[in-house]
């Protein structure tokens, strides 16, 4: 029903005021009740984590022998891609000054053994690197549906327009209701697929984990790898279906807007045209930027196929320790728990965030953690768990991971934490070390 446009001043005032009561301020982060899983806990950070370090430790008792349990995975697929049985021997030399307390250095010596080839080290690199491209597509996916995006502020309009009208107009302002719920459901329906796609990332990184170390047999994680890839691939498909409903949502705006200009009258109708013309504005925009994400997705999976193909004919021979990687850890005199590692003419962070067991027992395993920010890039981090055997109750393995989660350091699909090959036949074989190691 359209009324004439000289309304009585009780309809104009109350369409003032529910207009007041839905306001921009009020109505932002529509978004928010639509997030979920991965998008609701995947913020964008590109600076490390400041986590406090364990400043009782006894550097001290770090000398001798330790097995790496696991490590993050940007770290394990590129730094330690091919290589197992990763183990790390350490030299604590100590020094006393005159006017401060006593500092410890540890020199360290690391070494694993080749578990595979050079063409499939690469493949696993190449893997790895995907894996990540993936998981950030993810993450700029959530950006464009999260409060404050470009969607968000089309939506906080099209719920001020449908304020202005709906006493005037409330066939259209119900529509506009009625657009506002339906992206909001094809939004949480993006999330379901952006939830399940981080999934299946974390899933690809831990058999990439296996191809590089030789674990299990190659034909069976090949075989889950390019299922756990399809699978990512069809996320594709989920947030076409939405972007569809955002250019249906468009075209109902369109129609809305126009019957208010052919309609005229009364100013406050009017004056939503404005509103929904920007909301189309902002969803035409979010659309295009949405499919060129999902386009990125579809080429990456397409890219870890394409790897995979090489490490199921790579026909190079493992074999041999690992080279060995000496360096010097110089501990910091005012936080005992920092250290600076030196090696190979590179410096990196040493942080000792936790440990297990007791000094005057050499400790049981430690929580050991790196960051170093990157100009123009995202920083890179590594995260270890070492202990004095090959394998480490899991309860132990959780509280570190707490602890680490606790203090912002992400483990989520693009640097989860992956475990190291300790028990395998190659590692049982290589005990003990050449003499040049």
Request: hydrophobic share 45%; aromatic share 8%; with cysteine.
């Amino acid at each position: 029903m359209i009324l004439p446009s000289k309304q009585p001043a009780a309809f104009v005032l109350a369409a003032m005021f529910v207009l007041s009561s839905l306001s921009p301020a009020a109505l932002g982060g529509i978004l928010e009740e639509f997030s979920s899983g991965f998008c609701l806990n995947a913020p964008n950070v590109t600076k490390c984590p400041s986590p406090p370090t364990f400043d009782l430790v006894d550097i001290t008792a770090f000398g001798g022998k330790w097995y790496e349990i696991g490590s993050s995975a940007r770290f394990k697929l590129t730094k330690e891609a091919g290589m197992a049985c990763s183990q790390t021997n350490y030299t604590v030399m100590t020094s006393t000054s005159f006017w401060g307390p006593r500092t410890a250095n540890m020199s360290f010596l690391d070494k694993g053994v080749n578990a595979v080839g050079n063409v499939a080290q690469f493949g696993v690199q190449q893997i790895a690197g995907a894996a990540r491209g993936l998981c950030q597509n993810a993450r700029d996916i959530c950006k464009m549906l999260n409060s404050g995006s470009q969607i968000d502020q089309a939506l906080t309009l099209v719920a001020t327009a449908a304020g202005k009208i709906f006493l005037f107009h409330p066939t259209e302002s119900a529509t506009l209701n009625a657009v506002r719920a339906s992206v909001g459901t094809a939004i949480s329906a993006v999330n379901v697929a952006l939830d399940s796609l981080s999934k299946n990332v974390t899933q690809i990184q831990y058999l990439d984990s296996q191809l590089s170390q030789a674990n299990g047999t190659l034909k069976d994680n090949l075989s889950r790898l390019l299922n756990l890839t399809l699978k990512a691939g069809r996320v594709q498909d989920d947030i076409q279906s939405a972007v569809r409903a955002l250019a249906d949502a468009r075209g109902k705006i369109i129609q809305v807007a126009a019957k208010l200009v052919v309609a005229g009258g009364a100013d406050l109708p009017i004056k939503a045209v404005p509103d929904l013309g920007q909301a189309v504005f902002l969803l035409a925009a979010a659309e295009n930027a949405i499919l060129a994400l999902a386009t990125e997705v579809r080429l990456a999976t397409l890219g870890v196929t394409a790897v995979a193909g090489l490490i199921a004919l790579d026909s190079s021979k493992a074999g041999g320790f690992a080279s060995a990687n000496p360096g010097v850890a110089i501990q910091n005199a005012t936080f005992p728990g920092r250290l600076d590692a030196v090696w190979a003419s590179k410096r990196a962070p040493y942080l000792i965030l936790s440990v297990d067991g007791f000094p005057n027992q050499g400790y049981n395993a430690a929580l050991i953690y790196s960051c170093t920010e990157v100009p123009g890039a995202h920083y890179k981090q590594a995260l270890f768990i070492i202990s004095r055997t090959p394998t480490l109750s899991q309860v132990v393995v959780d509280r570190f991971l707490g602890v680490a989660a606790f203090h912002g350091i992400s483990t989520d699909c693009d640097d989860p934490f992956l475990y190291t090959v300790q028990t395998s036949p190659l590692c049982l074989a290589s005990s003990t070390p050449p003499p040049s190691l």
